[in-house]
């Protein structure tokens, strides 16, 4: 059985830091493109990293240079650190793990997903 819990959500105040995992199981963690989304209220869910089996990432604009996805294949366990927050940060954030053969950050290429661990950022 798949599962992937998200942690390490919280508030801090713009400019800030906060590092998320997702601890994974039942499945085989390595061969997987891994992703975060987040999701504001009366937002799509929007991809904001990916990270591919080999360890290449990639990252929606508004992200580059402030957040930073990577992983522990050892552990099962994919990480996001977050720096330099600001409002627009907030929402819930989600793992995802990607489906065999995709490694874009549309939601439709993801096929199992956590619960989501709350960021607020405030001004």
């Known amino acids: 059985q798949v599962q992937l819990v998200e942690s390490g959500g919280g508030s801090v105040q713009a400019g800030g830091s906060l590092r998320l995992s997702c601890a994974t199981s039942?499945?085989?963690?390595?061969?997987?493109?891994m992703s975060w989304f987040r999701q504001a209220p009366g937002n799509e869910r929007e991809g904001v990293a990916l990270?591919?089996?080999?360890?290449?990432?990639k990252y929606v604009d508004s992200v580059k240079g402030r957040f930073t996805i990577s992983k522990d294949n050892a552990k099962s366990t994919l990480y996001l650190q977050m720096n330099s927050l600001n409002p627009e940060d907030t929402g819930m954030y989600y793992c995802?793990?990607?489906?065999?053969?995709?490694?874009?950050?549309?939601?439709?290429?993801?096929?199992?997903w956590g619960q989501g661990t709350q960021v607020t950022v405030s001004s």
């Open positions: 995802a793990r990607g489906r065999p053969g995709y490694g874009d950050l549309s939601a439709k290429t993801h096929n199992y």
């Open positions: 039942g499945y085989n963690f390595r061969p997987y493109a």
């Open positions: 990270i591919n089996w080999d360890g290449t990432t």
